[in-house]
């Protein structure tokens, strides 16, 4: 069974930074793109970004400019560096992995930026 770990989220102040860690059991090769996607309460799921294991790294228009998406394939683990976090930018941050034919989640990481 596919699992996906997300790590890292907690309590930061604004204009902190933050990294999340999204490991994935098994190769990243297996999946076509691993991405992150955040949802604030009230709000709809939105993209972070996406990296792509053969290809480039896209971001969405949340925390463009603001974050790095990276990934080490060796130990099948994507990250999520977010910098100069504002209180908007509280949300559960969740990790997907999709496939031709496949499409996980993980659990989520609650970050919250608030003085």
């Known amino acids: 069974q596919v699992q996906l770990v997300e790590s890292g989220g907690g309590l930061v102040q604004p204009g902190g930074s933050l990294r999340l860690s999204c490991m994935i059991s098994?190769?990243?090769?297996?999946?076509?793109?691993v991405s992150w996607y955040r949802q604030a309460p009230g709000k709809q799921r939105e993209l972070v970004g996406s990296?792509?294991?053969?290809?480039?790294?896209n971001y969405g228009d949340a925390l463009r400019g603001r974050s790095t998406i990276s990934a080490d394939v060796g130990t099948s683990t994507v990250y999520l560096a977010m910098n100069s976090l504002k209180p908007e930018d509280t949300a559960v941050y969740y990790c997907n992995a999709r496939g031709d034919e496949s499409d996980y989640w993980g659990q989520g990481t609650q970050v919250t930026v608030s003085s």
């Open positions: 098994g190769s990243i090769y297996r999946y076509n793109a």
């Open positions: 990296v792509f294991p053969t290809g480039p790294t």
